[in-house]
Nanobody, 125 residues
């Protein structure tokens, strides 16, 4: 099993930047495909970004492409989400997630086995 703990959220003005971190423990971090999701009030949890297990390929939602960067440091068992040019519509609780499945599907929450508790990101206009 994996335990995931997010950090780095907060309040930022539109146009600002934040870096989220997700510290993993338990089963070897490098064996998981990893993703970030977010959930705004009264909305469903939405895919943000994914990084693969083997070659570190990355995939992004259209809404964050070019502004957000997902990365992982397997030596530190940590996942990151660097966010630039933040907009009020980026306001949400951000969750990291881990998947032990061999699948090409990365954008569905159901593909992930473990979730963190979430960290709040609020972008003011």
């Amino acid at each position: 099993q994996a335990q995931l703990v997010e950090s780095g959220g907060g309040l930022v003005q539109a146009g600002g930047s934040l870096r989220l971190s997700c510290a993993a423990s338990g089963r070897t971090f490098s064996t998981y495909r990893m993703g970030w999701f977010r959930q705004a009030p009264e909305k469903e949890r939405a895919f943000v970004a994914h990084i693969t297990l083997i070659d570190g390929s990355t995939f992004y939602a259209d809404t964050v492409q070019g502004r957000f960067t997902i990365s992982r440091d397997n030596t530190k068992s940590t996942l990151y989400l660097q966010m630039h040019s933040l907009k009020p519509e980026d306001t949400a609780v951000y969750y990291c997630a881990a998947s032990s499945r061999l699948s090409d599907n990365y954008s569905s929450p159901g593909e992930y086995d473990y979730w963190g508790q979430g960290t709040q990101v609020t972008v003011s206009s």
